[in-house]
């Protein structure tokens, strides 16, 4: 068996800079865990129920980009469950496993697109919120760049204030909308997100097998 440390103080919380210039010790701040938001694409899109289209979508992303661009390179991937909850969460493997799409594979994503009848690709605005940090903003602009040149989605940014994002989210009168509202306090409540009318489906999920098996 393995042996204890001392007790440690560990911080939950995501770290931040405060203003453009900000470098030092002075400027930072820590943001609550409900931060690590997601990519929403609209569901009630006819196009987005293709799961194909979606998977190709994350088979596009280079995720460790993601997490130097996010995290300075120590955050961790998240499947459905965030993996604060151990028990209920995917282990970092399983996630980057042939299961899931959370890996790059350009190769994949382009089969998928061309089988799901668009191998020339989509276009279609994604909104984001401009009240994010810089680090989100980047994120953002990563995505766009990274879907275009994989060919398979030519997106035009469209920017706004966090609580206008929030009204499309809620409404689902987006097509695609990054750093959407996300995360729960507790484990079981994750799954309620994949529900219809979840209070927090912000992608407008309706599957009624889903939902039996939720139930």
Known sequence: PGSLTEPREFNLMFQT??????????????????????????????????????????????????????????????????????????????IKSKRFYMRNDLQQAK???????????????MVYSTSNPQSYLDH??????????????????????????RKQQDEHSYEALLIGADGEPQPELYLLDYRTGGAKNGSGISMPELDAEID
């Open 17 to 94: 800079r405060i203003g453009a210039l900000a470098s030092d010790d002075d400027d930072r701040a820590f943001l609550r865990p409900e931060t690590a938001q997601g990519i929403f694409m609209n569901f009630k899109n006819a196009r987005l129920q293709d799961e194909r289209i979606r998977q190709a979508h994350s088979l596009a992303i280079d995720w460790n980009v993601m997490i130097k661009i996010l995290e300075e390179g120590s955050g961790q991937l998240r499947g459905p469950v965030s993996a604060k909850f151990s028990g209920w969460s995917l282990s970092q493997d399983e």
């Open 111 to 125: 089969q998928l697109m061309a089988a799901a009848g668009a191998p020339d690709g989509l276009q279609m605005p």
């Open 140 to 165: 953002v602009q990563y995505l766009a760049e990274a879907w275009a040149k994989a060919g398979i989605n030519k997106v035009k940014l469209v920017g706004m204030d966090f609580a206008s994002l």
